[in-house]
């Protein structure tokens, strides 16, 4: 942390100064049943933006992909129809592809137009978001100091309307009783509060572990907001197969209101793609990395995990992760061990959670480092977990160190300096990553004494 700290403050005055000049960009929703209507994200109500939008465009409430339109003041339908142009003309593959599946399912033709004329009331599909016997599914947040953001948060997941869910607040090594006074006064009967003293995510979420009641146990980050059909997807996805013991989603940014978030959106990899996925042993991927590159599966900000599975493979180990010397990489060998024990994981771009980056620039070479220290901490606990996959590692090592230094090179984009210098970050953060393990894991030794 001390290196990714002086990296910090020598990054701080460039960094601001980009941010003078950066144009904040408004991140909407935009469904093609409906498209003279902009929405927020997770259900947050209507948006009227102007100047730089990104826009999430969906059909029959299926998400299809981004798109982006600049927009004047006072002129919302010109910037919904150039948002719409623009969704036509960048996302016609998987728009004609949606329609011929809904065709298909319904044995109607396959529809030639998705807009309607403004003033008009479209017949919305809608998606199927109710199972004939949904599961029930708890729903973990664990959270650190961040109670306006924890709020926000709380609020989205109880937007959803899914019948069956359990919201859990696990409060983090608190130093104050802010968060337990929020769910007290602000949901009463409707979040559960619990505390877990040792520092650290992976110790927040096996707090909650022997008290869950549901199938399904779904995590999310106190800094996202959850999407209206987030359980919904989930629950359909698990169901499709006994098999998948694992479903991780969509990351979204929730706002690009700073030059820092846009860095961040840009170099942080957080978006996995509109397609859905799976990754097994049995059916590997075409991936010189797999199972390795856990990082491809998804992220700890949104992902969910059939309940005794998640028991059996023990939970997150206490010794990775944000919050402890290792600095990360809790969530990443809870989804390789999963695929290691033979399930399958599924990634459903559906289950949509928005992330709200972190505005101050400072954060971006600490997140840089962070990253890629427990990118190392995590390689580490994945051999000691499985070790009869340590020549499976071994050859493809070489590859993976490859693909770490193309990151460092310089890119000719406006923002390749910026990545080019939080990628160098994140090589020191992977040099540092055995040295943060050691350091946590005998740390972790040291509580029960202390106890």
Known sequence: MNGSDRCAEAACPRLAARDSLYTPVRVVELDLDNPWELRSPAGQGPAHPDGRVLALVRLH??????????GAPGHEAGLCRALVDAAHRELAVPIARHLAADAASTGAPSATSTTAAPGARPC???RARVLADPPAISAVVATHKRVDMLRGCLDSLLRTGYPWVEVIVVDNAPDSGQA????RTRYPGQVRYLAEPVPGVASAHNRALP???????????????VDAD??????????RSPRIGCVTGLILPAELATAAQATLQAHGDYEKGFEERSYSLDQPPDDPLFPFAAGRFGSGANMAFHTELLRRIGGFDPVIGTGTRALGGEDLLSLFRVVASGSTLAYQP??????????????LPVQAFNYGAGLAAYVIAAVLAEPRLLPALLR????GIAY????????????GEWSRRLSLLELQGLLYGPVGYLRSRYRARQLPQRS
Do not use: C, K, M, Q
């Not at 337990?180 to 769910?183: D, G, S, Y």
């Not at 928005?354 to 400072?362: D, F, K, L, S, T």
């Not at 493809?396 to 590859?399: G, I, M, N, Q």
């Open 180 to 183: 337990a006074e929020l769910v």
């Open 211 to 225: 008290l869950l009641r549901s199938e399904i146990t779904a995590f999310a980050d106190d800094d996202t907001l």
């Open 404 to 415: 770490a230094l193309s990151r460092a090179r310089i890119d000719p984009a406006p923002e």
């Open 61 to 70: 409430g299926h998400p299809l992909g981004l798109v982006s339109a600049t």
């Open 350 to 363: 559906e289950s949509i959670v928005w992330h709200r980056h972190r505005r101050n620039p400072e954060a």
């Open 230 to 239: 987030w359980p919904f997807a989930i629950a359909e996805t698990f169901a």
């Open 124 to 126: 919305r599909a809608g």
């Open 396 to 399: 493809r090592l070489p590859r």
